[in-house]
């Protein structure tokens, strides 16, 4: 039986989300059953979301947890009154803080996620649409502008990670996908070759690589265990022997492989 996780909020949940799920991770060996609750920001919806978790109770042997990032104190107080283990994110934190910082809380809704500045917004943006406009090797004369060029085969992970660098860093970062043709040698392919100090690669565990691309493409050459094999045999060669740093994305979230090529690249962020 899986236990359900609620995470409940007056805006996106985001906060609630992330936080919660980075402390689960701690428990080995728990199955849980994950429910975002977003814009709870009136007593009905609020009600709402209690006899949705109320629900959840009576249908589980498990106790519901619930993670809260809710501001408003009336909306709050109504889903604490929940059948399950109610953790109010903010509080555990802003209490502590305004004793430190010897100022009140804010308490808008929506501060955590908001637009911010028109620069800081821009940034994003802008990061966004160059990961967009040079992903998969679409647009080599773009290289020039980018901050890291990642390489890999297909389905190494080499998009969701160029577009979580640009989302929550603003970090300029295009992608080269190796293929065959690439791999009749020990050398880069053209396009990326005058770019090497920018390069890193990802590669991915062959039976891991099968997986992904048998939903893709089931029962191909494509996807078959052999072809993986060999492709990624071949795409480590070339960055062992190009000295091109690498990394292993088999069963590392996306978040800890930006983060640890962010630590090996000594590359800056540009949105804090």
């Keep these: 039986m899986k236990r359900p996780v609620f995470y409940v909020s007056d805006r996106t949940g985001i906060t609630a989300e992330v936080l919660g799920h980075g402390l689960l991770t701690q428990f080995d060996g728990q199955n849980f059953e994950h429910t975002m609750i977003p814009f709870v920001d009136t007593p009905e919806k609020a009600e709402q979301a209690l006899r949705k978790i109320n629900l959840a109770a009576d ?55 908001g637009v911010g500045e028109d620069h800081t917004y821009k940034t994003r943006i802008d990061a966004i649409n160059f990961a967009l406009k040079n992903d998969d090797g679409a647009n080599t004369a773009g290289y020039s502008d980018a901050d890291i060029i990642l390489l890999g085969v297909s389905r190494s992970g080499k998009t969701p990670t160029c577009l979580y ?45 099968h997986n992904i691309r048998e939903e893709r493409l089931a029962e191909s050459k494509y996807a078959s265990l052999k072809q993986c ?44």
Aim: with cysteine; charged share 20%.
């Design 165 to 209: 660098l640009a989302l929550q860093y603003g970090i300029m970062a295009a992608n080269y996908p190796l293929t065959s043709d690439d791999f009749d040698g020990t050398r880069l392919p053209d396009a990326v070759n005058p770019f090497r100090t920018r390069l890193f690669g990802l590669t991915i565990d062959p039976l891991r690589l």
């Design 59 to 113: 249908q589980s042997e498990c106790r519901p947890l619930v993670f809260s990032t809710m501001v408003n104190v009336k909306e709050r107080n109504i889903v604490a009154r929940c059948n399950g283990l109610f953790i109010d994110l903010f509080e555990t934190f802003l209490g502590r803080l305004e004793q430190e910082l010897h100022t009140a809380a804010a308490t808008v809704i929506g501060r955590a996620h």
């Design 229 to 272: 094999q060999s492709e990624i045999r071949a795409a480590e060669h070339i960055f062992q022997a190009e000295n091109i740093p690498y990394l292993d994305t088999s069963n590392i979230s996306i978040e800890e492989i930006t983060t640890t090529i962010l630590h090996l690249t000594g590359l800056e962020r540009r949105l804090h």
